[in-house]
């Protein structure tokens, strides 16, 4: 399979314990995005990275989370002492560097966070 | 800034009938317009895309969309639904040179026998 994959697909943790989630991109995709998204809602862009460079983030990207891409393949997502509100499905896509604003996003079948 | 607005939350068609999702924008330049697909439990799929060329995009699945400047709209259309087109719908719109959409709130497509 060469899409997006996303592991684990289900994570149920405790409140105020730390989770990490790991996104594979297809593999000659440069950029590289997460998302959150909430029941009833559209996915919300978190943050982005250029190979390894995380060129942006959101103002939703509170300070307990932190995403990595070292050497600009799979990406990390951590959340440290996780909140009730950090329930939702986090998404990964990826695309290839095509230029200005047209760049079909990829995306993974997500992981599902549940926090008890 | 730029933002995306779907009207009904749901629509529901009869299997045969016309399909209309409706998408309106609000960007300050000339915005890339999208359609994603999400079937339940998978990430989001494209549909298909409007980037400044054609004003009527063909997409996968029979689905086209029209780019109306004047209307601010990008609404989805598919002639004939199907049982398998049962899934939610989201518009997205980028502007020039940036590379994160804004996604709509999303439509949920329910498709009756």
Redesign the interface.
């Known amino acids: 399979d060469t899409g ?1 994959s996303q592991n684990p697909r289900h994570k149920i943790t405790k409140r105020g314990q730390n989770v990490t989630f790991r996104c594979d991109p297809i593999s000659e995709h440069n ?1 590289l ?1 997460w998302y959150r998204q909430t029941l ?6 978190l943050t ?1 990275f250029q190979n390894e460079a995380q060129l ?1 983030k959101s103002r939703l990207l509170s300070d307990r989370f932190s995403a990595e891409r070292p050497k600009g393949s799979f990406s990390t997502l951590e959340i440290q002492r996780t909140e009730q509100g950090d329930s939702a499905m986090y ?1 990964c ?1 990826s ?1 290839s560097g095509t230029s ?11 992981t599902r966070l549940t926090v008890l | 800034a730029q933002s995306v607005t779907q009207l009904g939350s749901h629509v529901s068609v009869s299997e045969g009938a016309l399909v209309l999702l409706r998408c309106n924008y609000s960007s300050s330049v000339p915005p890339y317009l999208f359609w994603y697909v999400q079937y339940p439990n998978q990430g989001l799929q494209l549909l298909l895309k409007y980037t400044s060329a054609a004003t009527l995009v063909k997409g996968i699945n029979g689905f086209e969309a029209e780019f109306k400047k004047s209307e601010t709209s990008f609404h989805l259309t598919k002639p004939s639904a199907h049982m398998s087109d049962a899934a939610e719908y989201f518009c997205a719109v980028s502007k020039g040179g940036s590379y994160i959409p804004t996604f709509g709130r999303g439509t949920s497509l329910i498709v009756h026998p």
């Open positions: 997006v950029r995005y009833g809602q559209g996915p919300e862009f982005y942006e998404l896509a695309s200005g604003g047209y760049n079909e996003q990829f995306f993974g079948p997500g």
